[in-house]
């Protein structure tokens, strides 16, 4: 597994992200959401790979520490899809199309959601994945995937393009599809029973382990016309959002039920003499399949999709606590409430590293009989401010900079800079009189900015001594120092944090 996602909250809450009404429903709920994939990316008929990254919605994501994992949906289906990814040259093509994406976006990894297919998928799909897995294991991105629900006594094709035990090592993240179980095209009944889900998630553990699984959850509902279907079973049902199902029951003066056994709730209606029955999902059920998560020690949810969500619902996500203390071997420490929830959210291993203290204390210097909570790790230090928790800024980083630089300020790095006048190149800062560009710049505004890395306090150079980093090219920020590495083979790990945090406790 890619050590990049042992450092993401526990349990993931994921949320699928297709159009605008996703867009809206991110802005409104991002507070309760640890990751994303959006749907950027298809296989086109043609076996290429189409779509692009969409700048809006991942520096929006990234920007409140969510993670960025693109979904890839299939157009050709069937025996269409098998012809092109069991052609090694074409696959292997769309393999290195997606690679590149991952590389040159910084996303987390990839998401494979491929559906529609057969059994004669089966092995040209696992195969496909695992050489994916390979090209992207080695850069420290996930490899992960959508499988439909199954289990070892399923029957249909297009279940059985999964094989849950082949796929299993070529993957780090596994969402399984436990919804549908009644669909448009069959009987009424819950999207989504807990006991199927069980049922479903037991088999899928004793496949992949928990420690990969991801529940599906659904936020829509299914509408069937009870009445025309009695007369013609291939009447389909109709899909409906949380908030539109509210509104069949205002518009037709419904009546809610709920099936405690398979812990869905139902509404009934009739609309121009025929009687309707939906199916869908609203905080109750949420909270149920919540509870399950929990008890299987699954590693998270994956819930399809956002803008068919409610608002009734995110306070359910909201009780899905990331628990705590969490102990780091490592330097026999523990992390744990808004400092392990801010450090899983936020790449906690290769942004701040391992903490090298417990939480305790500290006098604010300056301001007599004041103290703040914090807490050290080896690149950072972080404060408490519960003042701040309506805004989403509980937690925030020391200005280690400022301090390891203190005495500094005659050095040349550090004097003050005219504006170079190079906006498409150099972004200036006339607060501390310094630039930022190339490799730093981006890795700075990629990675939270301001709010993570407050403003440069000096201008690139060369490390002369073992405190920057002798030969290293570095700058300094009030709260970091960034370091290039040449040597890192993938250009998103060669912009590297210096050890601030040791350095302050001199370690």
Same mark, same amino acid.
């Given at each position: #597994?890619?050590?990049?996602?042992?450092?993401?909250?526990?349990? $993931?809450?994921?949320v699928?992200?297709?159009d605008h009404?996703? &867009?809206?429903?991110l802005?409104?709920?991002?507070?309760?959401?640890?990751?994303?994939?959006p @749907?950027f990316?298809? /296989?086109?008929?043609?076996?290429? $790979?189409? @779509?692009q *990254?969409?700048p809006?919605?991942t520096?929006?994501?990234r920007?409140?520490?969510?993670?960025?994992?693109? #979904?890839?949906?299939?157009?050709?289906? %069937?025996d269409?899809?098998?012809?092109?990814?069991?052609?090694?040259?074409?696959?292997?093509a769309?393999?290195?199309?997606?690679a590149?994406?991952?590389?040159?976006?910084n996303?987390?990894?990839?998401h494979?959601?491929?559906?529609?297919? *057969?059994a004669?998928?089966?092995?040209?799909?696992?195969?496909?994945m695992?050489r994916?897995?390979?090209?992207?294991?080695p850069?420290?991105?996930?490899?992960?995937m959508?499988?439909?629900?199954?289990?070892?006594?399923s029957?249909?094709?297009f279940?059985?393009?999964?094989?849950?035990?082949?796929?299993?090592?070529?993957?780090?993240?596994?969402?399984?599809?436990t919804?549908?179980?009644?669909w448009?095209?069959?009987?009424?009944g819950?999207?989504?029973?807990?006991?199927m889900?069980e049922?479903? #998630?037991?088999?899928?553990?004793?496949?992949?382990?928990?420690e990969?699984l991801l529940?599906?959850?659904?936020?829509?509902?299914?509408?069937?016309n009870?009445?025309?279907?009695?007369?013609?079973?291939? !009447?389909?049902?109709v899909?409906?959002?949380?908030?539109?199902?509210?509104d /069949?029951?205002?518009?037709?003066?419904?009546?809610?039920?709920?099936?405690?056994?398979?812990?869905?709730?139902?509404?009934?209606?009739?609309k121009?003499?025929?009687?309707?029955?939906?199916?869908f999902?609203?905080?109750?059920?949420?909270?149920a399949?919540?509870?399950? /998560?929990?008890?299987?020690?699954?590693?998270g949810?994956?819930?399809w999709?956002?803008?068919q969500d409610?608002a009734?619902? &995110?306070?359910?996500?909201?009780n899905?606590?990331t628990?705590?203390?969490v102990k780091?071997n490592?330097?026999?420490?523990s992390?744990q409430?808004p400092?392990l929830k801010? &450090?899983?959210?936020?790449d906690?291993?290769?942004?701040? +590293?391992?903490?090298?203290?417990?939480?305790?204390d500290?006098? !604010?210097?300056g301001?007599? +009989?004041?103290?703040l =909570?914090?807490?050290?790790?080896? =690149?950072s230090?972080?404060?408490?401010?519960?003042?701040?928790?309506?805004?989403?800024?509980?937690?925030?980083?020391?200005?280690?900079?400022?301090?390891?630089?203190?005495?500094?300020?005659?050095?040349?790095?550090?004097q003050?800079?005219?504006?170079? *006048?190079?906006?498409g190149? !150099?972004r200036?800062?006339?607060?501390?009189?310094h630039t %930022?560009?190339?490799?730093?710049?981006?890795? &700075?505004?990629?990675?939270?900015? $301001?709010?993570f890395f407050?403003?440069p306090?000096?201008?690139?150079?060369?490390g %002369?001594?073992?405190t920057d980093?002798p030969?290293?090219?570095?700058?300094?920020?009030e709260?970091?120092r960034?370091?290039?590495?040449?040597?890192q083979?993938?250009?998103?790990?060669?912009?590297? $944090?210096?050890?601030?945090g040791n350095? !302050?406790? +001199?370690i």
């Amino acid at each position: #597994m890619a050590s990049q996602v042992l450092s993401w909250p526990n349990p $993931l809450r994921l949320v699928y992200f297709t159009d605008h009404s996703s &867009w809206l429903s991110l802005q409104a709920n991002f507070k309760n959401i640890d990751g994303i994939s959006p @749907g950027f990316y298809r /296989l086109s008929r043609d076996g290429a $790979l189409a @779509g692009q *990254n969409q700048p809006a919605i991942t520096d929006f994501a990234r920007a409140r520490g969510i993670k960025v994992i693109p #979904m890839i949906q299939n157009d050709p289906v %069937l025996d269409n899809f098998n012809q092109i990814i069991g052609n090694q040259a074409r696959s292997n093509a769309l393999i290195e199309a997606i690679a590149q994406q991952v590389i040159n976006h910084n996303f987390e990894g990839i998401h494979i959601d491929f559906e529609n297919l *057969n059994a004669a998928s089966e092995k040209l799909l696992t195969d496909f994945m695992r050489r994916l897995f390979n090209r992207l294991n080695p850069l420290n991105k996930l490899t992960t995937m959508a499988v439909v629900a199954r289990t070892p006594a399923s029957t249909s094709e297009f279940k059985a393009a999964y094989n849950y035990p082949a796929l299993a090592p070529f993957t780090d993240l596994v969402t399984v599809m436990t919804y549908d179980f009644a669909w448009p095209g069959g009987p009424p009944g819950p999207v989504a029973p807990l006991k199927m889900q069980e049922t479903v #998630m037991n088999y899928a553990i004793s496949c992949f382990g928990a420690e990969k699984l991801l529940l599906g959850i659904p936020f829509y509902g299914y509408d069937w016309n009870i009445t025309r279907r009695q007369l013609d079973p291939k !009447v389909t049902a109709v899909s409906h959002t949380f908030n539109d199902t509210l509104d /069949l029951q205002r518009q037709h003066n419904g009546t809610f039920g709920y099936d405690s056994a398979a812990e869905t709730p139902f509404l009934d209606y009739v609309k121009d003499g025929d009687k309707h029955r939906v199916w869908f999902e609203n905080a109750r059920s949420i909270s149920a399949k919540l509870q399950l /998560l929990k008890r299987l020690k699954v590693r998270g949810l994956a819930a399809w999709r956002l803008g068919q969500d409610g608002a009734e619902m &995110w306070p359910e996500f909201a009780n899905l606590a990331t628990p705590g203390p969490v102990k780091f071997n490592e330097t026999g420490h523990s992390v744990q409430g808004p400092f392990l929830k801010f &450090w899983q959210a936020n790449d906690g291993i290769n942004r701040f +590293g391992f903490p090298l203290t417990e939480e305790f204390d500290e006098p !604010v210097p300056g301001a007599a +009989g004041q103290i703040l =909570r914090v807490q050290y790790f080896q =690149r950072s230090k972080f404060e408490l401010h519960p003042e701040f928790a309506p805004a989403g800024n509980e937690v925030l980083l020391g200005l280690l900079g400022r301090i390891v630089t203190a005495g500094r300020e005659n050095e040349a790095a550090f004097q003050r800079k005219p504006d170079p *006048n190079m906006p498409g190149t !150099v972004r200036y800062f006339n607060e501390t009189g310094h630039t %930022l560009r190339s490799e730093f710049r981006a890795y &700075w505004e990629r990675n939270g900015g $301001l709010s993570f890395f407050g403003f440069p306090i000096s201008e690139q150079f060369q490390g %002369l001594n073992s405190t920057d980093g002798p030969g290293l090219k570095v700058q300094y920020f009030e709260r970091a120092r960034f370091e290039f590495h040449p040597e890192q083979a993938d250009p998103a790990n060669r912009v590297m $944090l210096g050890l601030l945090g040791n350095q !302050v406790l +001199g370690i």
